[in-house]
């Protein structure tokens, strides 16, 4: 008998040998499928959802019957991380896991800018040469595009194909420049898309937001999850698993580059070209993920006084980072701020024009991290604040990221409360917009109470009966039911105590250093014109629930605006503007970076705000 | 029986299985053993001497009976393009084939300048950060090195190990940037050199000059042949080879390519160090041996109107062209002027600062084609003549490269002449300097007629005896015999009727051409102040044999000046020098090229200029 066995992965159809009492999460990674989990492989998240369609695996874990619901147990599906190989077997891997192409953009919000980008496309008609013109082939291309001749430049491979493109149909040649380089030189007839590419490395979630350059058009979008998740769900856990694995940086670069290409390839055969006419990359990420995307050390991002290895704008060659572009197009990191404010905060200050408005504007970006940019007016100072994943899902007990059947909206109905799912579909769990509105819900309803203390349904007579029959369980196990099994696709998506402490804790953390900087510029919030949600919540943030829950400082609701995942908005008009690129960096050097856990008033500040209004 | 054989090189040790019947010049090839040749293998230039150590070849051809004398015959000489592989054999390559590496400039004189190279190493003592001072690693560094901290970038890869590198010895680090990009950081005591090369690709022969970028010091150079002498002689055939085969191009490239490394790796173990040691080559060369170096087409600079695919200065990281260097050094290849005005002569101007000169000069290049520059005080001007490669000794009967054996001067002593070899050696052959010589004395000592028709001796009474009986043979197969058997090593070196036409082409195309250059600008041999001979030929030209022969307008001996391989200085001067690599492209920017074969006149000179003075 064999002591190996071999898994195949569907629809993929990969597969690979695996030493037989191997698990499916561990063995579709050797096989490079990539399954969705955010525990790291602990039987904790049940986000590693796979349907066993042929062959034998382990007994069902005490984990997978407490998060499965039946009928999911019933039609095959297990827990890749918990069910071991004991035979040959066909796993499904559902295509909730896969990469989502979408053919708009739906949280993004991009402002309309003039076409300026660093990627051009010339069709020339190039004079021929006689023994009255003896120039070079290259002097009589650069002189046809007449407004940049005197820099131009070109890769050695296009001077290897020019001489014999240009001869090919009379001079008539298609010519593809990356700032003042040639990239691509071809004859007039092979010419072919010149697409773009802006790329959103976040914790979580990565999403690559197609362009055409020639246009500025956004054609697709593809995103799904960052593969850095299994080996962690926040920075400081990647940064220890680099810390503590001898090729740990490796294996996390690898894993991002790897998913972007794939995103890339999806989102270009969408559109039917191919990853070589993408000629130029633009990235944004915190400053985590954009040092290990470079393969920079990113272990004193996380030690005193947490210095990063660069905060400059990055520019290389494609090909010197294996990026699956046009190997001599361009890739653009746009710079960062400080070791907790990177590239995505400058793309959410480049997409909502923080430092060109007249007012003072605040705005804030929720992600895995809470990042804090306030412009007075004259000073633009950021700050960061370790919100936790909570409000994208994560590290709640029903926490998902957008997708369908996610819980985005809760909201108050009659004597009770009532939800919204993503497409309409039956609830699987609850994404970052759903959160802010249960929590200000729960508080509303009186369900949860000023210090966060989910009430007991039973004994509060304030709680109308409707209301009450939705608490269940003691102490630190009670948890309200948001969806009953009715309204599920797995049963009952609820929020838990413990859930109210994570939210607690992020509200808390991003209000108190809100707060700092307001009093640091001498603001007071009605000298607040605008306050700017930003990040990627499943749907626009409700200003309401966020006002009711205390995260924001005291506005009217009118002032507030959700703006999306605003760090992808920069990184696609860095993309098709120099312009907006000038301003990335103009932004990074203007702002005064704070870090605010060497006030002493932080502290008290932090306090005071995990009591809710 | 197998139809296979393994031949081994020695002293290399190489060893390669080929098919019986392979001849050893072929073998040596697959081997990647470089044998000397000029013909091609055709058995004609007897060049390609190697010694059977061991082993079973093919007997004796007629060329070999003709071309080998009897004593080298009898050690086991054999040409390698005749000999074919028997059974297994060991075949020694001799040293004089193998690649030259000597500790000094010998013909080129490089005038001093300024060091302010492109390649910069610094050592930094770079300040700690701490929570007080939170920039980034990079800025630090940046500005630690305060001449250049706004516009310094570095690769990728650098900024990946610059976090430990800086940690490592209490942030004592040794950088080395290329321009304004950091291409290389380590902990200051892993310090190495900093090296640069400066490249001379001539048809011939390749030379590499290793220089220190610390302190501009010339260390040793590594010469050779140009292995693409086996594809053909000159550019033409050259051309011709890459045309008419599918990979020819890629042949030629990675031929010279590999060579140069070659050089390269034995320069840089002369002294102790590692090519990685390398982080800047540049390279000259004519516009033909620059295109393929680069992949650049070079069919259309042999095909009217001669075309070249570019003549700017092309600047790359090394290993986009797979030179073994740095693979972060840059390669800076200096500017062409046309077709068959290459880098080269750019280089040529730069060593002798021909546009800087307030009087006007004239600067000729003889290679295996004869560039010339003209210098009016206002305006340069550039042509080029189809010198063939008589003066550097290839297609002369007994011609060859300067090395050991060379006759390198050939002199009246009384009634008879007098040859001198290179380094005492008996006579092996005639290098340039002595061809010129030799021209010279034969039509002083009457031995050669004005329409270089060269006299009976035993018919002419005016020839002394002793000269007289230097003459032999009939006819188109007269020769004069220039070294006797024992003052050789192979036999008698002789000058042949053939060579002396050859001689006289290649003479009267440089002074057709020189002439024409000077009635373009208005300007008499007289009002010269200078004429500037530079060239490989084994020694400085003799100014008194060149105006003898009449390869030089009729200027007084005293204006006339070798300056050796001024192509390979001006790569030195760019290697070393910012300043003179800007003085290139203004250079190349300022050139008029002239096409003389345009003119109706030039036929006439080339005519009236093929009678001796």
């Given at each position: 008998?064999?002591?190996?066995?071999?898994?195949t992965?569907?629809?993929?159809?990969?597969n690979?040998?695996v030493?037989?009492?191997?698990?499916?999460?561990?063995?579709?990674?050797?096989?490079?499928?990539?399954?969705a989990?955010?525990?790291?492989?602990?039987?904790?998240?049940?986000?590693?959802?796979?349907?066993?369609?042929?062959?034998?695996?382990?007994?069902?874990?005490?984990q997978?019957?407490?998060?499965?619901a039946?009928?999911?147990?019933?039609?095959?599906t297990?827990?890749?991380?918990?069910?071991e190989?004991?035979?040959?077997a066909?796993v499904?891997?559902?295509?909730?896991?896969?990469?989502v192409?979408?053919?708009?953009?739906?949280?993004?919000?991009?402002?309309?800018?003039?076409?300026a980008?660093?990627?051009?496309?010339?069709?020339?008609?190039v004079?021929?040469?006689?023994?009255?013109?003896?120039?070079?082939?290259?002097?009589?291309?650069?002189?046809?595009?007449t407004?940049?001749?005197?820099?131009?430049?070109?890769?050695?491979?296009?001077?290897?194909?020019?001489?014999t493109?240009?001869?090919?149909?009379?001079?008539?040649?298609?010519?593809?420049?990356?700032?003042?380089?040639?990239?691509?030189?071809?004859?007039?007839?092979?010419?072919s898309p010149?697409?773009?590419?802006?790329?959103?490395?976040?914790?979580?979630?990565?999403?690559?937001?197609?362009?055409?350059?020639?246009?500025?058009?956004?054609l697709?979008?593809a995103?799904g999850?960052?593969?850095?998740?299994?080996?962690?769900?926040?920075?400081?856990?990647?940064?220890?698993?680099?810390?503590?694995?001898?090729?740990?940086?490796?294996?996390l670069?690898?894993?991002?580059?790897?998913?972007?290409?794939?995103?890339?390839?999806?989102?270009?055969?969408?559109?039917?070209?191919?990853?070589?006419?993408?000629?130029e990359?633009t990235?944004?990420?915190?400053?985590?993920?954009h040092?290990?995307?470079?393969?920079?050390?990113?272990?004193?991002?996380?030690?005193?006084?947490?210095?990063?290895?660069?905060?400059?704008?990055?520019?290389?060659?494609a090909?010197?980072?294996?990026?699956?572009?046009?190997?001599?197009?361009?890739v653009?990191?746009?710079?960062?701020i400080?070791?907790?404010?990177?590239?995505?905060t400058?793309?959410v200050?480049?997409?909502s024009?923080?430092?060109?408005?007249?007012?003072?504007?605040?705005?804030?970006?929720?992600g895995?991290?809470?990042?804090i940019?306030?412009?007075?007016?004259?000073?633009?100072?950021t700050?960061?604040?370790?919100?936790?994943?909570?409000?994208?899902?994560?590290?709640?007990h029903?926490?998902?990221?957008?997708g369908?059947?996610?819980?985005?909206?809760?909201?108050?109905?009659?004597?009770?409360?009532?939800?919204?799912?993503?497409?309409?579909?039956?609830?699987r769990?609850?994404?970052?917009s759903?959160?802010?509105?249960?929590?200000?819900?729960?508080?509303?309803?009186?369900?949860?109470?000023?210090?966060?203390?989910?009430?007991?349904?039973q004994?509060?007579?304030?709680?109308s009966?409707?209301?009450?029959?939705?608490?269940?369980?003691?102490?630190?196990?009670?948890?309200v039911v948001?969806?009953?099994?009715?309204?599920?696709?797995?049963?009952?998506?609820?929020?838990?105590?413990?859930?109210?402490?994570?939210?607690q804790?992020?509200?808390?953390?991003?209000?108190?250093?809100?707060?700092?900087?307001l009093?640091?510029?001498?603001?007071?919030?009605?000298?607040?014109?605008?306050?700017?949600?930003?990040?990627?919540?499943?749907n626009?943030?409700?200003?309401?629930?966020?006002?009711?829950i205390?995260?924001?400082?005291e506005?009217?609701?009118?002032?507030?605006?959700?703006?999306?995942?605003?760090?992808g908005?920069?990184?696609?008009?860095?993309?098709?503007?120099q312009?907006?690129?000038?301003?990335?960096?103009?932004?990074t050097?203007?702002?005064?970076?704070?870090?605010?856990?060497?006030?002493?008033?932080?502290?008290?500040?932090?306090?005071?705000?995990?009591?809710?209004?």
């Amino acid at each position: 008998m064999s002591d190996y066995v071999t898994v195949t992965f569907e629809p993929a159809g990969a597969n690979v040998q695996v030493p037989v009492g191997t698990n499916l999460y561990e063995a579709g990674q050797r096989a490079g499928i990539e399954i969705a989990g955010s525990c790291g492989g602990q039987g904790i998240c049940g986000e590693c959802q796979v349907i066993i369609a042929d062959g034998m695996v382990s007994e069902l874990t005490s984990q997978e019957r407490k998060l499965l619901a039946p009928a999911l147990i019933e039609e095959g599906t297990r827990l890749a991380c918990q069910a071991e190989l004991l035979g040959d077997a066909v796993v499904r891997v559902p295509s909730i896991q896969e990469v989502v192409v979408r053919k708009t953009l739906t949280a993004e919000s991009v402002r309309s800018v003039p076409l300026a980008p660093n990627v051009r496309r010339y069709d020339l008609n190039v004079p021929a040469p006689s023994i009255d013109d003896q120039r070079s082939d290259f002097r009589r291309l650069a002189e046809a595009i007449t407004e940049r001749s005197s820099d131009l430049t070109a890769t050695v491979q296009c001077l290897g194909s020019l001489a014999t493109a240009l001869r090919a149909e009379d001079q008539q040649i298609a010519v593809t420049a990356v700032g003042s380089q040639v990239v691509d030189v071809r004859q007039a007839s092979m010419r072919s898309p010149v697409l773009g590419v802006a790329v959103d490395i976040g914790t979580s979630t990565v999403a690559v937001y197609l362009v055409d350059m020639e246009t500025g058009e956004h054609l697709v979008t593809a995103a799904g999850q960052n593969p850095q998740t299994q080996f962690g769900a926040d920075v400081i856990t990647r940064i220890q698993y680099a810390n503590s694995h001898d090729d740990g940086l490796t294996v996390l670069r690898d894993a991002i580059v790897a998913a972007i290409n794939r995103f890339i390839g999806q989102a270009v055969a969408e559109v039917g070209a191919t990853p070589a006419d993408v000629y130029e990359a633009t990235i944004v990420g915190n400053t985590c993920m954009h040092h290990i995307f470079l393969g920079l050390e990113p272990r004193y991002l996380a030690q005193s006084p947490y210095v990063p290895v660069t905060t400059e704008a990055v520019s290389t060659s494609a090909d010197r980072l294996g990026l699956q572009i046009n190997p001599r197009g361009n890739v653009f990191c746009l710079p960062c701020i400080a070791g907790f404010v990177g590239a995505d905060t400058v793309g959410v200050i480049v997409a909502s024009e923080l430092t060109r408005r007249d007012r003072p504007t605040l705005a804030i970006d929720i992600g895995t991290n809470g990042e804090i940019a306030l412009w007075s007016g004259e000073r633009l100072l950021t700050a960061s604040c370790a919100a936790g994943p909570a409000f994208e899902g994560a590290q709640i007990h029903h926490g998902m990221r957008a997708g369908p059947g996610a819980i985005d909206e809760v909201f108050i109905s009659g004597d009770d409360l009532a939800v919204h799912t993503i497409d309409d579909q039956p609830a699987r769990g609850i994404c970052g917009s759903g959160l802010f509105d249960a929590m200000a819900v729960l508080l509303e309803l009186g369900l949860v109470d000023a210090k966060g203390h989910m009430v007991d349904g039973q004994s509060d007579g304030a709680l109308s009966d409707i209301v009450a029959r939705r608490v269940d369980g003691e102490a630190n196990e009670r948890h309200v039911v948001l969806a009953d099994a009715e309204q599920s696709a797995n049963g009952p998506i609820v929020l838990t105590q413990r859930d109210v402490r994570e939210i607690q804790l992020a509200n808390s953390a991003i209000r108190a250093s809100t707060e700092m900087l307001l009093e640091m510029v001498g603001l007071e919030p009605d000298g607040l014109d605008e306050v700017l949600i930003a990040g990627a919540f499943g749907n626009f943030i409700n200003p309401a629930s966020a006002l009711r829950i205390g995260l924001l400082p005291e506005v009217p609701e009118g002032k507030i605006a959700g703006i999306g995942n605003a760090a992808g908005a920069g990184a696609i008009l860095t993309l098709v503007s120099q312009r907006e690129r000038d301003y990335a960096r103009q932004v990074t050097e203007r702002a005064e970076h704070i870090e605010l856990f060497r006030s002493s008033d932080f502290q008290d500040r932090f306090a005071e705000y995990m009591i809710f209004p």
